[in-house]
């Protein structure tokens, strides 16, 4: 059974920064790709950024690009999300995820396992 476990949230100040972790487990199969999505209330779940476990692709959101950086740690199983200059609209439970083959899916639908998520405040 995969679990993803992730970490890292908290309240920080509009231009700061945090980096969220996930960590994977039971992994079997060695061409995943893990994404990272946020959900506000009363919003769609919002798509952030993917990696692609083989060869280190990326693909991020376009509120997110030049602000946010997905990078891994193979021996570890764990992937994570820099935020930096956050904003007051990046406030949201934070997702991330994982789906089976290589392509770098914007769809969270097409994810088959999930962490339990992990809250980030932004203060004005």
């Known amino acids: 059974q995969v679990q993803l476990a992730e970490s890292g949230g908290g309240l920080v100040q509009a231009g700061g920064s945090l980096r969220l972790s996930c960590t994977v487990s039971?992994?079997?199969?060695?061409?995943?790709?893990m994404g990272w999505f946020r959900q506000a209330p009363g919003k769609e779940r919002e798509f952030v950024g993917a990696?692609?476990?083989?060869?280190?692709?990326?693909s991020y959101g376009d509120s997110v690009k030049g602000r946010f950086t997905i990078s891994k740690d193979n021996v570890k199983n764990t992937v994570y999300l820099q935020m930096n200059n956050l904003k007051p609209d990046d406030t949201a439970v934070y997702l991330c995820?994982?789906?089976?083959?290589?392509?770098?899916?914007?769809?969270?639908?097409?994810?088959?396992?999930w962490g339990q998520g992990t809250q980030v405040t932004v203060s004005a």
């Open positions: 039971a992994v079997t199969v060695s061409t995943y790709t």
């Open positions: 990696i692609s476990w083989n060869d280190g692709r990326t």
């Open positions: 995820a994982r789906r089976q083959g290589a392509a770098l899916s914007t769809l969270w639908v097409l994810y088959n396992y």
